[in-house]
Nanobody, 123 residues
Framework: QVQLVESGGGLVQAGGSLNLTCAAS????????VGWFRQPPGQEREFVAA????????YYADSVKGRFTISRDNAKNTAYLQMNSLKPEDTAIYYC????????????????WGQGTQVTVSS
């Protein structure tokens, strides 16, 4: 079992940066892929980025490619999402999750989720 806690969200102006952290407890974290998803107000949860268990493979939604960077430190049981050049449309609750099976792009493939952290980007 894995428990996930996100942090690092907040209010930032357009063009600014935030670094989200996903702290995990549980011994299986280092052997699974981790994804970041977000849910804008009134919208469905959507894929943002994911990283393989070793960190060698990364995946990004087209909307964040070139602006966001996902990384992980398995020694610290932590994953990160560095967000640069933020836009008002990035405003959402951001969640991290661990992947159990299936496509890395779909939220149904993930079993454990954090409680989320709010990111608000003002124009």
């Amino acid at each position: 079992q894995v428990q996930l806690v996100e942090s690092g969200g907040g209010l930032v102006q357009a063009g600014g940066s935030l670094n989200l952290t996903c702290a995990a407890s549980g011994r299986t974290f280092s052997s699974v892929a981790v994804g970041w998803f977000r849910q804008p107000p009134g919208q469905e949860r959507e894929f943002v980025a994911a990283i393989g268990w070793s960190g060698a493979s990364t995946y990004y939604a087209d909307s964040v490619k070139g602006r966001f960077t996902i990384s992980r430190d398995n020694a610290k049981n932590t994953a990160y999402l560095q967000m640069n050049s933020l836009k008002p449309e990035d405003t959402a609750i951001y969640y991290c999750a661990t992947r159990s099976a299936g496509s890395i792009w779909f939220h149904d493939s993930y079993d454990y989720w954090g409680q989320g952290t709010q990111v608000t980007v003002s124009s």
